[in-house]
Nanobody, 127 residues
Framework: QAQLLESGGGLVQLGDSLRLSCTAS??????????INWFRQTPGKEREFVGA????????FYGDSVKGRFTVLRDGVKHVAYLQMNYLNPDDTATYYC??????????????????WGQGTQVTVSS
């Protein structure tokens, strides 16, 4: 079964930028048929919605904690979505996940709301 793959995580310092990528594990996956949603989670805390982009790529929305700093993008030719993170701070430290949904604008953090999930990539921001 197809699933999503995140990459680009790592250890960065306060104020740095980082770009995460989300692709499909199988080339036959119709990536452009899905809205792409980004989430993050740290141990002991609930999953937090970060941002989402519509199938067309023309519409995005974000969680309050990342507005103005994070941007969700997608490339229809390369079949990849990105989470561009700027002005990172230690509170952004988390495992970041992407998830695909047929509907855009859900904003839900419930796992079953989404059709496909990635395994996550760790982002650590040091002060």
């Amino acid at each position: 079964q197809a699933q999503l793959l995140e990459s680009g995580g790592g250890l960065v310092q306060l104020g740095d930028s980082l770009r995460l990528s989300c692709t499909a594990s199988e080339r036959t996956f119709n990536f452009e048929a899905y809205a792409i949603n980004w989430f993050r989670q740290t141990p002991g805390k609930e999953r937090e919605f970060v941002g989402a982009i519509s199938q067309s790529g023309f519409t995005t929305f974000y969680g309050d904690s990342v507005k103005g700093r994070f941007t969700v993008l997608r490339d229809g030719v390369k079949h990849v979505a990105y989470l561009q993170m700027n002005y990172l701070n230690p509170d952004d430290t988390a495992t970041y996940y992407c998830a695909a949904s047929r509907l855009y604008g859900l904003g839900s953090t419930a796992h079953l709301t989404y059709d496909y999930w990635g395994q996550g990539t760790q982002v650590t921001v040091s002060s």
